[in-house]
């Protein structure tokens, strides 16, 4: 049994019987992809939405680049938008956006180091676990010392 949760879903059943659960277009019962009055709309849409699908494997694939996920996708989207202001004409405008990007470059190799540092350190710690807990949960040594003219 759905529970209500006080806002409007699509009445689109599927084919196994479960809601749609999207939110309805306004005054309407359905949802923009279920809506009888947006067939064409919504057909469109998922075709574009192929296309574009497509495209981006394209690109992917000519440009061996794998998302900004990673300070690795990030370099690499770096050096295409480089490489690609390096062939315009000279001009201050290709200047500026060539030191925007080294600028840029500089912080995303930053990072990479960073996270390179912290790996290491982590697999050190890994490798080599404290026997009795943290060094900080120890009591703290006090060593005993004579006062000077405490005889």
Known sequence: MLRSTGSRTCSFRKSNNDPC?????RDGRFC???DPDHVQDAAEARRLGGLR????KTIE?????????SVEGISRILEIAVYDTLGLENSIARSRALAYLAQTALRALEVGELEERLALLQASID???EPAGSVFDRPAYV???EMIGDN
Do not use: V
Request: aromatic share 18%; no cysteine; hydrophobic share 25%.
């Open 53 to 56: 699908r497509r495209r981006e």
């Open 143 to 145: 060593p005993d010392y």
């Open 32 to 34: 923009f992809w279920h």
């Open 127 to 129: 490798s080599n676990p």
């Open 61 to 69: 694939g000519a440009y061996e680049f794998k998302g900004l996920g």
């Open 21 to 25: 659960r999207a939110t309805p277009m």
